[in-house]
């Protein structure tokens, strides 16, 4: 599986946007780019994914590079309930999720 | 509408005993993940589910672990002779992925069940 590559944390005031990268340099042409996040004592939730185009939710956005070779989530105004890791996972879909450790997330009020 | 369902949500047991967890996954989903995360790593896959058939179960680290999944729906994850080292938290995941399904198929997770092995 391709390995992804996150900081292990970051710390953002809250109503601040917060930039959230990942980087995938062995990225193969059907890998899709998946973020989790996970909230204190709950399982993981989906946030965000996209193939080669940016993309927006109403929880984020994800920006990715024209190589593919990264991504940036996007959380536009960081609120305390963002407060979770985040996970950056490549899959071809139809297979188990492979979690790293993610970047844990701090956001002060 | 429902989520993916755990129980227990704990689960205290002592060193060689036997434990059953179960998953109820959203209707309809034909696809059913379990992971286990011990403290500060992210979740690892166990095993997958396509319908009532195991598709993967290559992360089951030996023999002492077992999963089914009877009716395609419910499923349980058995841990025979449990080891100090069996503590974690047992996450349970579905989705609406078919076969030869799309990359595009969230996961969705249940809250997990803590396993404490004294």
């Known amino acids: 599986d391709a390995k992804t590559t996150q900081p292990n944390s970051m710390e953002s005031n809250e109503e601040e946007p917060v930039h959230l990268p990942c980087n995938h340099s062995t990225i193969s042409g059907t890998d899709y780019i998946h973020w989790y996040r996970q909230l204190p004592s709950q399982g993981p939730e989906y946030v965000i994914h996209g193939l080669t185009s940016n993309v927006n939710n109403r929880m984020a956005s994800l920006a990715i590079a024209e190589d593919r070779k990264s991504s940036t989530l996007i959380l536009h105004r960081a609120t305390l309930r963002d407060a979770a890791v985040y996970y950056c996972i490549l899959s071809k879909g139809n297979t188990p999720l492979v979690f790293g450790k993610g970047t844990r997330l701090s956001v002060i009020a | 509408g429902a989520g993916v369902s755990q129980t227990p949500s704990n689960k205290v047991t002592e060193k060689g005993k036997y434990v059953e967890l179960r998953c109820d996954p959203i209707?309809?989903?034909?696809?059913l993940y379990w992971y286990r995360q011990s403290l500060g790593q992210g979740p690892e896959f166990l095993i997958y589910?396509?319908?009532?058939?195991?598709?993967?179960d290559s992360g089951l680290p030996n023999d002492r672990f077992f999963a089914v999944r009877p009716e395609g729906s419910v499923s349980t994850l058995k841990i025979q002779r449990t080891e100090r080292g069996d503590s974690a938290v047992y996450l349970c995941?579905?989705?609406?992925?078919?076969?030869?399904?799309?990359?595009?198929?969230?996961?969705?997770f249940g809250p997990g069940t803590r396993l404490t092995v004294l």
């Open positions: 995941a579905s989705s609406l992925t078919s076969p030869g399904g799309l990359s595009t198929d969230t996961q969705y």
């Open positions: 209707s309809g989903h034909t696809a």
């Open positions: 589910f396509q319908g009532t058939g195991a598709a993967d």
